[in-house]
């Protein structure tokens, strides 16, 4: 075999590492015969490994398909439906599903495992042939050519192997070696795209190796000095890079390294960063303080945006340099001032004026000269914030220099022309203090000037340095923009609920998800079942599909095709009612103990209305096997939204009296849970007559208006140190918000929303599972009913868990159900959605589209849960579902606005929402003429808003003003707003104190 069939074979192995052991060892004529082959063995290497990919995905596409007739053979002999089958093996991506642990799936199938052990890499043969090039090609320049062909591009952008190159170069002369080094150095070339696992050039992990190995010293090339920033170093790696003495002075000369760090953030400190590693080496002694601080600053001086000097002025302030170290680059910070980008110039002037208040020798002294040359400088700028620190930073070198006042009049007199008012008055209060220390030429040029300010700034310095007097206007009344309102929707009318008559009525609603369905079938169902069973069991014959074998029902269409099935063909499936497998009639199992035979789910594995829903298929099924199904269900609503005429009510129940039948328990519940808000005086008449217990709690319910209204609160849990994935995994330390305000700044992932509902006449010790109601000795079966029902009642008001984790249980599976559930306390059911806002199905999130809008259109009080669900949607964007829900309670004049304003101001404060974005949603609603909810949602997020301009005023805060004083004025508001008043009785006259204080004169109008 000749050498080159051995490097050939070594190459088809795909390891990198043995063709570099075996090329290392080749003499020159060895080397030469494999160089000489290596360019014509491309295609054949790339046609090899396609040759078994095509294979591999032969093989693999045959063992698929088998395991899938496998799965559908065993799903179908455990009676899975056809449809459950096909959606189980498309939810898995072809692989079936684990049936409950009872198929083999994938990943735990060893025999599968060791015939497919992973995906054969189709660019296996890439890193071997590199190494080949680089061990055996004679010259520097063309093992880079050869490096850097286009043939080894890679599908998978997976990075090349670097070790084996350099153990297969190892053997060259050390000058060949280097010479390498720095070719490979000057091709390095800054990749606009980049996937994760790439590095930014595919030769520089080679390059920097090289490089480090040989000790040479890199070339002058900015693209390496770019690639090698770009990689977030450590304080650990980077203290042992050996090129780090060599490469971080450039990192402030070369273009474009400001631009690639521009994201890194000194706040927080992230350890994998260059600022966090600057840092720590810096305060270690291994990089200098000075060698830094003088890079920031000759980077400032070279000029660029802002956006490439934003790392360097970050890295400045993070070093945070002492008097001294300012007062050694004052004359470069002065220079700056005129000139710089404005963070540049920013901390410029703030680090000159800290060093001018502290300075106590001429050592320090900053040169009177040089600071009135860049006050005059600075003066002329646009930022209207820099000029008045510049301003008052003059205000303090005029009061130690008077006699410089007159060469600065200029620049004063520029500064009387800046468009911000705020600079305008304080230069004038500036001149006014100062009016003795301007000579003739000084105030000449301050009259001259005086002539573009506002009557009121200009006769204040009139009255000092002289001119004429300007007749101060009236204030004219801001025009009122002509305003047509849009006509709001109405929520859409009730309409009669459909009840099947037929049985083939009932056959065609068979397997429907759609709540309003599903009830119509049960409804129909049960009265048929009564009265045409006969005719009821021929349209249901082509519908009697087995329910699973195994596992938990948590759908109402398994607990469907279950009843069918029964109904059919009563025994079939022979299964123990009492022994945990459904409820009986009267709400309780025989043995409690054997619950795990149970097919439904445990409580804690779907969510409280879900469970309702559950329970009362389970308590039908359970009354057909045993034979004491009532002729009728009392819960099938009379309305669309779910609800049930009282009326309706009272009669079902005097039918179920006439044939002496009790009520199932959770229907029982449900009937009561849909009564409509307010008293029926025909019902609540006839009610009085009934005999039954369930008549009676009926009666009871009736007069007294339905079940009491709970109290939903809303409080947030924070988490200060928590990453954004902890609400999957245990609570992490943390407090409820409410209690103390956290030091840290919140985002918004650290803090989590959680409901508490408080029933009005409900006790903890009144809340009894249904499924654990005792038999007393002389209670009735009616009466056990009732207990059950009201039980299953209380269930509903017990507050849901903190967060769901995704994956884990059947939460919100049914959640188009939740509003029928409980049609007149939608307030109730927004508690139980909270915790699934961030859950999602197929179609997307749980709690969106049209559940606001069954919110919207559902009965009772609105409070701190449902304003939580709007505001969360509505603050990424306005979709039409979102607006609706939020049109259809302005209809009815149920929007919580101010808990909604208030929620709006939270999030604005803590900057999870920007205020344009707010701007955005309170417009929406001003267009439909709703002044006065907006106004009230404005109003209560006003504090929130104003709690954050402390400091520089956030964007768009000034314009919301505006935009508050606008919608004020048109719902004619009055009050006051203590935010508002404290913030405009501060000193000055910023643009946000002005508009405070016409919108405080605004509210204070009677």
């Given at each position: 075999?000749t050498v080159?069939?051995?490097?050939r074979?070594?190459?088809?192995?795909?390891?990198?590492?043995?063709?570099?052991?075996?090329?290392?060892?080749?003499?020159?004529?060895?080397r030469?015969k494999?160089?000489?082959?290596?360019?014509?063995?491309?295609?054949?290497?790339?046609?090899e490994v396609e040759r078994r990919?095509?294979?591999?995905?032969?093989?693999?596409?045959r063992?698929?398909?088998?395991r899938?007739?496998?799965?559908?053979?065993?799903?179908?002999e455990r009676?899975?439906?056809?449809h459950?089958?096909?959606r189980?093996w498309a939810e898995?991506?072809?692989?079936?599903?684990?049936?409950?642990?009872?198929?083999?799936?994938?990943r735990?199938?060893?025999?599968?495992?060791r015939?497919?052990?992973?995906?054969f890499?189709?660019?296996?043969w890439i890193?071997?042939?590199?190494v080949?090039g680089?061990g055996?090609?004679?010259g520097?320049?063309a093992?880079?050519a050869?490096?850097?062909?286009s043939?080894?591009e890679r599908?998978?952008?997976?990075?090349?192997?670097?070790?084996?190159?350099?153990?297969?170069?190892?053997?060259r002369?050390?000058?060949?070696?280097?010479?390498?080094?720095v070719?490979?150095?000057?091709?390095?070339?800054?990749?606009?795209?980049?996937?994760?696992?790439?590095p930014?050039?595919?030769n520089?992990?080679?390059?920097?190796?090289?490089?480090?190995?040989t000790?040479?010293?890199?070339?002058e090339?900015?693209?390496?000095?770019?690639?090698w920033a770009r990689?977030?170093?450590?304080?650990?790696?980077?203290?042992?890079?050996?090129?780090?003495?060599?490469l971080?002075?450039?990192?402030?000369?070369a273009?474009?390294?400001g631009?690639?760090?521009?994201?890194?953030?000194?706040?927080?400190l992230?350890a994998?960063?260059?600022?966090?590693a600057?840092?720590?080496l810096?305060?270690?002694?291994?990089?200098?303080?000075?060698a830094?601080?003088?890079?920031?600053v000759?980077?400032?001086?070279?000029?660029?945006?802002?956006?490439?000097?934003?790392?360097?002025?970050r890295?400045?302030e993070?070093?945070?340099?002492?008097?001294?170290?300012?007062?050694?680059?004052?004359?470069?910070?002065?220079?700056?001032?005129?000139?710089?980008?404005?963070?540049?110039a920013?901390?410029s002037?703030r680090?000159?004026?800290?060093?001018?208040?502290?300075?106590?020798?001429?050592?320090?002294?900053?040169?009177s000269?040089?600071?009135s040359?860049a006050?005059?400088?600075?003066?002329?700028?646009?930022e209207?914030?820099l000029?008045?620190s510049?301003?008052a930073?003059?205000?303090?070198?005029l009061?130690?220099e008077?006699?410089?006042?007159?060469?600065?009049a200029?620049?004063?007199?520029?500064?009387?022309?800046?468009?911000?008012p705020?600079?305008?008055?304080?230069?004038?209060?500036l001149?006014?203090g100062?009016?003795?220390?301007?000579?003739?030429?000084?105030?000449?040029?301050?009259r001259?000037?005086?002539?573009q300010?506002?009557?009121?700034?200009?006769?204040?310095?009139?009255?000092?340095?002289?001119?004429d007097?300007?007749?101060?206007?009236?204030?004219?009344?801001e025009?009122?923009?002509?305003?047509v309102?849009?006509?709001l929707?109405?929520?859409p009318?009730?309409t009669a609920?459909p009840?099947p008559?037929?049985?083939?009525?009932v056959?065609?609603?068979?397997?429907k998800?759609?709540?309003?369905?599903?009830?119509?079938?049960?409804?129909?169902f049960?009265?048929?079942?009564a009265?045409?069973?006969?005719?009821?069991?021929?349209?249901?014959?082509a519908?009697?599909?087995?329910?699973p074998?195994?596992?938990?029902?948590?759908?109402p269409?398994?607990?469907?095709?279950a009843?069918?099935?029964?109904?059919?063909?009563?025994?079939a499936?022979?299964l123990?009612?009492?022994?945990?497998?459904?409820?009986?009639?009267d709400?309780?199992?025989?043995?409690?103990?054997?619950?795990?035979?149970?097919?439904?789910?445990?409580?804690?594995?779907?969510?409280?209305?879900e469970?309702?829903?559950?329970?009362?298929?389970?308590e039908?099924?359970?009354?057909l096997?045993?034979?004491?199904?009532p002729?009728?269900?009392?819960?099938?609503?009379?309305?669309?939204?779910?609800h049930?005429?009282?009326?309706?009510?009272?009669a079902?129940?005097e039918?179920?009296?006439?044939?002496?039948?009790?009520?199932?328990?959770?229907?029982?519940?449900?009937a009561?849970?849909?009564?409509?808000?307010?008293a029926?005086?025909?019902?609540?008449?006839?009610?009085?007559?009934?005999?039954s217990?369930?008549?009676?709690?009926?009666?009871?319910?009736?007069?007294?208006?339905?079940?009491p209204?709970?109290v939903?609160?809303v409080?947030?849990?924070?988490?200060?140190?928590?990453?954004?994935?902890?609400k999957l995994?245990?609570?992490?330390?943390?407090?409820?918000?409410d209690?103390?305000?956290p030091?840290?700044?919140?985002?918004?992932?650290q803090?989590?929303?959680?409901?508490?509902?408080?029933?009005?006449?409900?006790?903890p010790?009144?809340?009894?599972?249904?499924?654990?109601?005792?038999?007393?000795?002389?209670?009735?079966?009616?009466?056990?009913t009732?207990?059950?029902?009201?039980s299953?009642?209380?269930?509903?008001?017990?507050?849901?868990?903190?967060?769901?984790?995704?994956?884990?249980g059947?939460?919100?599976?049914?959640?188009?159900w939740?509003?029928?559930v409980?049609?007149?306390?939608?307030e109730?059911i927004?508690?139980?959605?909270?915790p699934l806002?961030?859950?999602?199905?197929?179609t997307?999130?749980?709690?969106?589209g049209p559940?606001?809008?069954?919110?919207?259109?559902?009965?009772?009080?609105?409070g701190?849960?449902?304003?939580?669900?709007l505001v969360?949607?509505?603050?990424p964007?306005m979709?039409?579902?979102?607006?609706?829900?939020?049109?259809?309670?302005?209809?009815?004049?149920?929007?919580?606005?101010?808990?909604?304003?208030?929620?709006?101001?939270e999030?604005?404060?803590?900057s999870w929402l920007?205020i344009?974005?707010?701007r955005?949603?309170?417009?929406?609603a001003v267009?439909?003429?709703?002044?006065r909810?907006?106004?009230?949602?404005?109003?209560?997020?006003?504090?929130?808003?104003?709690?954050?301009?402390?400091?520089?005023?956030?964007?768009?805060l000034?314009?919301?003003?505006?935009?508050?004083?606008?919608?004020?004025?048109?719902?004619?508001?009055?009050?006051e707003?203590?935010?508002?008043?404290?913030v405009?009785?501060r000193k000055g006259s910023?643009?946000?104190i002005?508009?405070?204080?016409?919108?405080r004169?605004l509210?204070s109008v009677?």
């Open positions: 075999m080159w069939e051995e490097v074979d070594l190459i088809g192995t795909g390891d990198a590492f043995k063709v570099a052991a075996r090329v290392a060892a080749l003499d020159d004529a060895g030469r494999v160089a000489r082959e290596l360019p014509g063995h491309i295609q054949e290497a790339r046609r990919l095509r294979e591999y995905g032969k093989e693999y596409d063992v698929r398909l088998a899938g007739e496998a799965y559908k053979r065993f799903a179908r009676g899975v439906p056809e459950e089958i096909h189980r898995t991506l072809g692989w079936g599903g684990d049936m409950e642990d009872t198929w083999e799936g994938p735990n199938n060893r025999e599968y495992s015939a497919f052990p992973s995906t890499d189709a660019d296996a890193d071997p042939m590199r080949a680089a055996t090609l004679p520097a320049a093992v880079v050869w490096l850097g062909r043939d080894f599908r998978h952008r997976s990075a090349d192997l670097v070790e084996p190159v350099l153990q297969a170069v190892a053997t002369p050390a000058e060949w070696q280097a010479d390498l080094a070719r490979l150095a000057l091709r390095v070339r800054v990749r606009r795209e980049w996937w994760e696992g790439d930014r050039d595919r520089l992990p080679l390059t920097l190796a090289l490089l480090g190995r000790g040479v010293t890199p070339p090339h900015d693209p390496l000095v770019v690639v990689t977030p170093p450590t304080a650990e790696r980077l203290r042992e890079d050996p090129l780090l003495d060599v971080l002075p450039r990192l402030f000369q273009q474009g390294v631009r690639a760090l521009r994201e890194e953030r000194a706040d927080p992230a994998e960063s260059w600022l966090g600057l840092h720590t810096a305060a270690e002694g291994r990089v200098s303080r000075e830094l601080l003088e890079g920031c000759g980077r400032f001086l070279r000029g660029g945006g802002a956006t490439d000097l934003r790392f360097f002025a890295l400045h993070l070093l945070e340099p002492s008097p001294a170290e300012v007062a050694s680059r004052a004359a470069d910070y002065l220079r700056l001032l005129p000139v710089a980008p404005g963070p540049v920013e901390l002037l680090h000159l004026r800290h060093l001018d208040s502290v300075s106590r020798d001429d050592a320090t002294d900053l040169d000269d040089d600071v040359e006050l005059s400088g600075l003066l002329f700028r646009a209207s914030g000029v008045r510049g301003l930073w003059l205000d303090r070198f009061q130690r008077p006699e410089r006042a007159g060469e600065l200029p620049a004063l007199a520029s500064a009387l022309g800046h468009e911000a705020a600079v305008q008055e304080r230069a004038v209060r001149l006014v100062h009016a003795a220390a301007f000579g003739p030429l000084g105030a000449e040029a301050v001259d000037a005086s002539g300010l506002p009557a009121g700034l200009s006769n204040r310095l009139v009255a000092v340095f002289g001119g007097l300007q007749e101060e206007p009236e204030p004219e009344p025009p009122e923009e002509p305003f309102p849009t006509e929707p109405a929520p009318p009730a609920f009840v008559r037929t049985p083939q009525q056959a065609a609603l068979f397997g998800k759609d709540w309003a369905e599903a009830e119509g079938f049960l409804g129909g049960v009265r048929l079942a009265g045409d069973p006969d005719g009821l069991r021929d349209a249901l014959a519908h009697s599909e087995r329910p074998a195994q596992g938990g029902w948590t759908s269409e398994c607990w469907g095709a009843i069918v099935a029964e109904f059919v063909d009563p025994g499936e022979p123990e009612t009492g022994s945990g497998f459904g409820l009986p009639a709400g309780r199992p025989e043995s409690p103990s054997e619950s795990p035979w149970t097919r439904l789910p445990g409580r804690d594995e779907v969510c409280a209305p469970w309702l829903v559950l329970r009362r298929h389970a039908i099924l359970v009354a096997k045993e034979g004491v199904l002729p009728l269900l009392l819960a099938t609503p009379t309305l669309s939204t779910g049930l005429d009282p009326v309706e009510l009272v079902r129940i039918e179920l009296e006439r044939a002496g039948v009790q009520p199932l328990p959770a229907d029982l519940a449900q009561l849970l849909r009564l409509p808000r307010g029926d005086p025909v019902a609540v008449t006839r009610a009085a007559a009934l005999t217990a369930a008549g009676r709690e009926t009666a009871r319910r009736l007069a007294g208006n339905g079940l209204d709970p939903v609160t409080r947030r849990f924070c988490a200060p140190g928590a990453g954004p994935d902890w995994e245990e609570d992490p330390a943390g407090h409820w918000l209690e103390r305000e030091k840290e700044t919140l985002r918004a992932w803090t989590l929303a959680v409901a508490s509902i408080t029933p009005s006449d409900i006790t010790s009144d809340i009894t599972p249904s499924d654990c109601v005792a038999e007393e000795a002389g209670t009735s079966a009616g009466e056990r009732v207990r059950a029902a009201a299953l009642i209380a269930e509903l008001l017990v507050s849901p868990p903190r967060f769901l984790k995704e994956g884990l059947h939460h919100g599976t049914l959640i188009g939740w509003p029928g409980m049609p007149s306390h939608r109730v927004a508690a139980h959605m909270v806002r961030f859950r999602s199905d197929w997307g999130g749980l709690v969106d559940r606001l809008t069954d919110l919207a259109c559902a009965q009772g009080p609105v701190q849960a449902t304003s939580l669900l969360e949607r509505l603050a964007s979709s039409v579902y979102r607006r609706r829900a939020v049109q259809y309670l302005l209809a009815t004049g149920d929007l919580p606005a101010a808990q909604m304003g208030a929620e709006f101001g999030r604005v404060r803590r920007s344009p974005r707010f955005t949603i309170m417009e929406d267009c439909v003429g709703t002044h909810e907006a106004w009230a949602m404005v109003a209560a997020a006003l504090p929130g808003l104003l709690a954050v301009s402390g400091g520089r005023p956030p964007e768009g000034v314009d919301f003003l505006a935009f508050a004083r606008q919608v004020a004025r048109r719902a004619k508001a009055t009050g707003i203590p935010e508002v008043t404290a405009a009785g910023t643009q946000v002005r508009e405070c204080r016409a919108l004169d509210l009677p």
